[in-house]
């Protein structure tokens, strides 16, 4: 389980108690050896959104609260798998001046922008708990969860208020074990306690309009059109896309890869399924996310070298590494990720990347289908899927009958892009056709990676000479790197025959009786 770069994971269990619910013994429990004495804390907590609540109907959290051990601003963010990614900041550390107090930390509005999108932050809720808290601990006397029973009283803030009461009990893991979860919620179960009827406290204060998410998930009742199957699809990777924004502007670790994809997949699959949609709005959305692809390159393409070359670096014998070639490797590799990554939040940070946004969810929201779009999806989207296909077998013929050198890599590049299209698009008819269309994904994915690999080569053996050029101007010797350039050239060489004699076998498993 990957924490987040600026915060710690929060992965817990909630559950609906009555005011005269007894919490009972928990010691004895698989993981539970013994409890501490409760601490009661009293806490008020001012929660921030949009007007229209784009942070709760995201499941973002963002609050100030008082009180407790961990008073301060807190943002929580959700993620793919169990819990949040929660990213704390003590009130003396940013609110040094006092008429600041309760206005949104400058570096917290940034990193949910994706989601406000301009929209002011202003206080939406004020929540006041009176919590006793009670630390599980294993045999060895070590913390493996917090239980907090809570008297929470809500009172929502703006043009008109609501107020509500209520009583919840929270069992939130402490570190990466999560068994004791499981355990402490069927103990609870057992003596009347109920899973919640909301995510969090913030969502009860707030009623049902924190139900409706800005990109809804699922469509009409019903069997999906093709157009509709698409856009799920869409959905969900715009969803992605805005959680690896918010995780690039962290600095969190392959949040630009995450972002990357995530563009990928939107444009590819609009490029893949455009003639389910108005060709003007798709054909718009598909130029700004390839000028977000082209500006996240030089940031990725930094770290991913540096990897690769630090691992290669690392077979070559010592004596081999004549002069500063860890330093200017790194060196360069570094800041061209930096750099890249600067380039990037500018961008991210602009008005018109705001707008793209908003034209992106409005069109995944409420998308303009054609005609063949409002077809049943188990017809029409067979054609895009095998078009799709039909185009890899294409290009890899012709790549493995180009005579070698950059022709033929070029060739396998192009072989390997196509893949990547089957691959997504395979993914995104998986729901309508099953076990074969998620056979197909994992074939174009093989194809994909094997050809990924020999163009990772090609990339490298093109750095190498540039550093080899550089360190020649330098007055350095650049005998490392023609050990490195040869090791790319073999490792190439090698992948490329291992794919040319895996490629008949992997055409034979071609299943394309789905695809008639």
Not at 226 to 238: C, D, I, M, N, Q
């Amino acid at each position: 389980m990957r924490a987040p770069a600026h915060g710690h994971r929060e992965v817990e269990t909630k559950f609906d108690v009555d005011s005269t619910f007894v919490v009972p013994t928990l010691t004895g429990l698989a993981g539970i050896s013994s409890t501490a004495e409760p601490v009661e804390e009293h806490l008020e907590a001012i929660y921030y959104d949009t007007d229209d609540l784009r942070l709760a109907r995201g499941r973002i959290t963002l609050r100030r609260r008082q009180g407790g051990h961990d008073a301060g601003w807190h943002l929580k963010l959700p993620t793919s798998g169990d819990g949040r990614d929660e990213i704390s900041r003590p009130l003396a550390a940013i609110e040094r001046d006092p008429s600041a107090e309760g206005t949104v930390p400058g570096e917290l509005a940034d990193i949910v922008a994706a989601t406000t999108r301009g929209r002011p932050l202003a206080p939406v809720a004020r929540i006041r708990t009176t919590r006793r808290a009670t630390m599980l601990r294993d045999l060895d006397g070590r913390d493996v969860a917090e239980l907090a029973d809570d008297e929470v009283r809500a009172q929502t803030l703006g043009a008109s208020t609501t107020l509500s009461r209520w009583r919840e009990i929270e069992v939130e893991a402490v570190g990466d074990d999560l068994r004791v979860l499981p355990v402490t919620g069927k103990a609870l179960r057992r003596a009347g306690a109920r899973p919640a009827a909301g995510p969090s406290k913030l969502a009860r204060a707030l009623g049902p309009r924190t139900a409706r998410p800005e990109i809804p998930a699922d469509g009409a009742a019903g069997e999906p059109t093709a157009g509709e199957s698409v856009r799920r699809y869409l959905a969900a990777h715009t969803q992605a896309l805005l959680a690896a924004d918010a995780r690039v502007r962290l600095d969190d670790p392959e949040s630009v890869h995450d972002l990357r994809v995530a563009a990928r997949r939107l444009r590819s699959s609009l490029r893949t399924f455009q003639e389910l949609f108005d060709a003007a709005p798709a054909a718009a959305l598909q130029a700004r996310l390839r000028e977000l692809n082209l500006l996240l390159n030089a940031a990725r393409d930094g770290e991913v070298q540096l990897e690769r070359f630090t691992a290669a670096m690392a077979t070559v014998d010592n004596r081999d590494l004549l002069g500063p070639v860890a330093a200017r490797v790194q060196g360069h590799l570094r800041s061209q990720h930096l750099r890249g990554r600067e380039q990037a939040l500018t961008w991210l940070r602009d008005a018109e990347y705001l707008a793209f946004l908003d034209g992106l969810i409005a069109f995944v929201a409420d998308p303009p289908y054609s005609a063949r779009g409002r077809q049943p999806a188990e017809l029409a989207l067979r054609v895009p899927v095998r078009k799709a296909d039909r185009k890899v077998h294409r290009r890899v013929d012709r790549a493995l009958r180009a005579p070698a050198g950059d022709s033929q890599d070029a060739a396998l590049h192009a072989a390997r892009k196509a893949a990547k299209h089957l691959r997504y698009a395979s993914e995104a008819v998986t729901p309508v056709y099953g076990k074969a269309a998620a056979k197909h994904t994992r074939r174009a994915k093989k194809i994909q990676n094997s050809l990924g690999e020999h163009q990772d080569c090609v990339v490298a053996q093109g750095v190498l000479r540039e550093f080899a050029i550089a360190a020649n101007h330098a007055g350095e010797a650049s005998f490392a790197y023609g050990l490195l350039l040869g090791r790319e050239q073999e490792l190439a060489r090698r992948t490329r025959d291992e794919f040319a004699t895996g490629w008949p076998k992997l055409a034979r498993r071609r299943d394309r009786r789905w695809l008639r």
